[in-house]
């Protein structure tokens, strides 16, 4: 199983990224998954799921309104849209496979003036 972040970068506050995690070694679309963030000093913490077939989708309260998840099941990648940066949503942003627990090695989102 192996999971690839892209898309990372700086960007200024009210900007937009779109993050991109590749999978592959596995069925991707047997699997749920999701994106999670860890902040410096702060622990891991969920940020968006989508279900296997990407029907299903739920958010943190942080980024609801902000975040868009979606998944492409024929590219076997899962993508989050991010508008309207804060500079608390700076983190390590780390893809996850539910069905196998297995986590990419993550991508640094900087939002700064």
């Known amino acids: 199983v192996q999971l690839v972040e892209s898309g990372g970068g700086l960007v200024q506050p009210g900007g937009s990224l779109r993050l991109s995690c590749a999978a592959s070694?596995?069925?991707?679309?047997?699997?749920?998954m999701s994106w999670y963030r860890q902040a410096p000093g702060k622990e891991r913490e969920l940020v968006a799921i989508i279900g296997s077939a990407g029907g299903s989708k739920n958010y943190a309260d942080s980024v609801k309104g902000r975040f868009t998840v979606s998944r492409d099941n024929a590219k076997n990648t899962v993508y989050l849209q991010m508008n309207s940066l804060k500079v608390e949503d700076t983190a390590v942003y780390y893809c996850?496979?539910?069905?196998?627990?297995?986590w990419g090695q993550g991508t640094l989102v900087t939002v700064s003036s």
């Open positions: 070694g596995f069925t991707f679309s047997s699997s749920a």
């Open positions: 996850h496979a539910h069905l196998f627990n297995a």
